[in-house]
């Protein structure tokens, strides 16, 4: 592949630091799919329980462009961290069942923060490279991870427990998509 943006130095650090993260995000993917699995079974409200399968089909899509990428580098998957990632995802998502609704929903949001936050740093470090063809996925893939976070940030919004769960874990809901407030 032939990178011309940056000088010969900078591209070896840009793209070991890209394979990181690249790597990261495609163990982060197995850990979201298996606990969106766990998830959704562990869901009652049939809009919920299928929108959380399709942020699960999402994210086994986004696992698979995210080794395309890693294989056009020249890169694989770090296997301890697959490892690692995939008992997580399944931990999690047995979890659910006893859990409650509100942890793993906010739990998700959280992640998905994490995700957008993942794509962001990815998409502009292949921009340094001048990787469009890797821009335009990572774009894709940040767009996508934000309305997963918006979709479960707005299950949240107004749940009794979010408070506390703001202080201690940090993520806050993103704004609402709309406002239910109608001008005069
Ligand atoms: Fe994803
Ligand atoms: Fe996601």
């Known amino acids: ?3 011309h943006v940056v000088m010969a130095g900078d591209e ?3 793209t070991d630091a890209l394979i990181r993260i690249l790597q990261d995000a495609h163990a982060g993917e197995l850990a979201a799919a298996y606990a969106y699995r766990g998830h959704a079974r562990s869901l009652r409200q049939p809009d919920e329980k299928s929108e959380v399968l399709r942020i699960e ?16 580098l020249g890169a694989r998957p770090r296997r301890r961290r697959e490892l690692l990632m995939g008992s997580i995802g399944r931990f999690f998502g047995t979890l659910c069942f006893v859990g409650g609704w509100f942890g ?3 739990a998700a949001g959280r992640l998905e923060a994490t995700n957008v936050g993942q794509y962001e740093s990815a998409r502009d470090i292949a921009d340094k490279l001048g990787w469009d063809a890797a821009v335009a996925r990572l774009e894709e893939m940040t767009i996508e991870e934000d309305r997963h976070e918006k979709w479960f ?5 107004g749940h009794w427990m979010l408070p506390f769960a703001v202080r201690m874990f940090g993520w806050q809901p993103p704004p609402a998509a709309y406002s239910a407030t109608r001008p005069e």
Do not use: I, K, S
């Open 1 to 3: 592949m032939v990178f």
């Open 12 to 14: 070896q650090e840009f």
């Open 57 to 72: 089909e999402a994210e086994w899509h986004h696992r698979n462009m995210v080794a395309m990428l890693l294989d056009v």
């Open 104 to 106: 793993p929903m906010y």
């Open 153 to 157: 940030g707005d299950r949240c919004r």
